[in-house]
């Protein structure tokens, strides 16, 4: 994530299961004109991230405890956009006021954290952590403020309202950093 270099195009395709904390994440794009695959994948309470180029060459494969507390914190941020996924045993909430709940994910003796905040129309549109690791080229690691926000509610294809767009940023010195910009163009349930 560097702010200097140009945005990526990419398809992005999540999985995720509702009573267990499990993700799953195939990217697909192009780098320098190159077939790019990337694999963000958070199953048993492991997490681990690689991008491959022409389906062949590794480019990088990240694991770890930091990876791992990303990743959790990235399922709890998206718990809203499949329902069930609120009766999940290892998240907690707790009303902080008419518009903001504060959400716990537990995982044996690890608990992250984030908070909720909804629109007059009830709908989520911000999720806010302090905890998010954040990992540099260098492989430093610095928590920072990390925000994922819901826009442009729909009703879909099953009747239910749904956002249409993801944004997810890090604060920086004070200043949002987009880094991921996308379109939801579908949720399915199953």
Not at 167 to 172: G, Q
Request: net charge negative; hydrophobic share 35%; glycine share 6%.
């Amino acid at each position: 994530m560097d702010r200097d270099k140009p945005k990526m195009t990419i398809d992005y395709d999540v999985t995720e299961s509702c009573l267990a904390s499990k993700r799953i994440a195939y990217i697909e794009s192009q780098l320098y004109s190159l077939k790019f695959n990337g694999y963000d994948i958070f199953l048993d309470h492991e997490a681990s991230m690689q991008g491959e180029l022409l389906n062949r060459f590794k480019l990088f494969k990240q694991e770890g405890d930091h990876l791992k507390q990303g990743e959790m914190l990235t399922y709890l941020s998206e718990v809203f956009l499949m329902p069930n996924a609120l009766f999940n045993d290892a998240i907690n909430f707790k009303m902080l006021d008419r518009k903001r709940v504060s959400a716990t994910i537990t995982h044996k003796n690890e608990q992250l954290e984030g908070v909720f905040e909804f629109n007059e129309a009830g709908e989520m549109v911000r999720f806010t952590t302090e905890q998010r690791p954040n990992v540099d080229a260098k492989g430093n690691t610095t928590y920072r403020t990390w925000i994922a926000e819901c826009q442009d509610y729909q009703v879909n294809e099953q009747g239910i309202k749904v956002p249409t767009r993801f944004i997810a940023s890090w604060l920086i010195e004070g200043e949002k950093f987009e880094y991921f910009d996308g379109e939801i163009s579908a949720i399915e349930y199953y």
